[in-house]
């Protein structure tokens, strides 16, 4: 499994992600994979028209290196079931270049000084379809491509409505779930997920500074404890039901064997979470 992978290595994770795609479609281009890694790694760097690079430091590279090598296992797998709808060349590749820009949405363009891109956080996802659509028709993509990119990475927004997605397609429809699946346990798996909620504290409170009456002061959460304390809640009783029902249980392609082996991703965040309350009652800071 992918625990071996350092998803702080772009590398590694490419050749990873190229490793599946070659072995669901032989006969593709062996370039594909670096290039779109190439364009993902050049935005993220600042090297991609007027952005600077990535100044948020939750929703960094590795966020995005996350989700995407958990998304490409999941694809992998389920083309191994011969689940139907049939994984297409065509929709792998939109996919895997969907959620490498699925945060792009976080970055500033030269002339933003103020704070960092998580003062996006509440356009965020908006912003990458912009982004994303923007890149997209640079390199020649016809248009029906850009429509299915934009509408995987509405899959990641947190309060969206999935039926309102426009989705062009049945197979379209179960990528950009499984990107949303991925979105989500890529970074809850991460060994380090724990250690990373102030981080992602201090984005939220940010936010809010930037988006008065909007957000209330300090985010969705009254503090970085208070989001600590409400995240085994948060993986309870909003992901598992959102990645079961909302997103159709895609999230069990990640078992080995399909459909009720050992899931270790499922086990990793489970783990996080033990830990999480572990460390919790230790400080007696426990809900």
């Known amino acids: ?152 990475i509405r899959c990641t927004g947190v309060n969206v409505k999935l039926d309102s997605i426009q989705f062009q397609d049945d197979l379209e429809r179960i990528v950009g779930f499984s990107l949303g699946t991925a979105d989500l346990l890529g970074q809850m798996a991460a060994s380090d997920y724990v250690d990373k909620l102030p981080i992602l504290y201090s984005e939220f409170a940010e936010a809010a500074r930037y988006n008065e009456g909007k957000m209330k002061a300090g985010g969705f959460f009254a503090s970085a404890d208070d989001l600590m304390q409400k995240t085994p809640m948060f993986w309870e009783k909003y992901v598992r039901q959102k990645i079961d029902r909302e997103f159709l249980g895609v999230f069990r392609f990640l078992s080995v064997p399909y459909p009720d082996g050992r899931n270790t991703y499922m086990e990793r965040i489970d783990a996080n979470i033990a830990r999480l309350r572990h460390q919790l009652a230790r400080s007696g800071k426990a809900a």
């Open 1 to 152: 499994m992918q625990a071996a992978i350092d998803t702080r290595n772009p590398r590694l994770v490419e050749a990873e992600i190229r490793a599946a795609y070659l072995a669901m479609f032989p006969d593709a281009c062996k370039q594909f994979v670096p290039t779109i890694f190439q364009w993902a790694i050049a935005c993220f760097e600042g090297k991609y028209k007027d952005y600077q690079p990535i100044d948020a430091h939750y929703h960094d590279l590795e966020h995005t290196l996350q989700g995407a090598l958990c998304m490409s296992q999941l694809l992998w797998n389920r083309h191994d079931t011969n689940a139907e709808p049939r994984l297409t060349r065509r929709i792998f590749e939109l996919g895997m270049l969907a959620i490498l820009t699925h945060d792009t949405g976080y970055l500033k363009k030269h002339g933003d000084t103020e704070g960092t891109g998580a003062k996006y956080t509440l356009t965020h996802v908006d912003r990458s379809i912009q982004f994303a659509g923007e890149l997209m028709v640079a390199h020649d993509y016809p248009v029906e491509d850009i429509l299915a990119v934009q509408n995987m």
